[in-house]
């Protein structure tokens, strides 16, 4: 099993950046996805989930309206379209795999938010 995430990097404020999580060795269709934050010395911070049923979608209220989280089982691949970022979204991002009480993350992609 192995989550991949991808597209981290610097941008200035109000500027975007597109988030991948790559999967393999699970039946990816299957999970329902998400992206979590976290900053050095805080806890881990729900960012959005796109179901693995009819694609639903729900966002923490922060990001609500600026990020989009979208999947595509044919790549097995999950992303989230970050718009108009601000300085506080500047942390490390995780994505999440969840079904039938299994769980796996990846190793997480560092984005910065600065001019």
């Known amino acids: 099993v192995q989550l991949v995430e991808s597209g981290g990097g610097l941008v200035q404020p109000g500027g975007s950046l597109r988030l991948s999580c790559a999967a393999s060795?699970?039946?990816?269709?299957?999970?329902?996805m998400s992206w979590y934050r976290q900053a050095p010395g805080k806890e881990r911070e729900w960012v959005a989930t796109i179901s693995s049923v009819g694609g639903s979608t729900k966002y923490t209220d922060s990001v609500k309206g600026r990020f989009t989280i979208s999947r595509d089982n044919a790549k097995n691949t999950a992303y989230l379209q970050m718009n108009s970022l601000k300085p506080e979204d500047t942390t490390v991002y995780y994505c999440?795999?969840?079904?039938?009480?299994?769980?796996?993350w990846g190793q997480g992609t560092q984005v910065t938010v600065s001019s």
């Open positions: 999440n795999a969840a079904a039938r009480g299994r769980s796996y």
């Open positions: 060795g699970f039946a990816f269709s299957y999970y329902d």
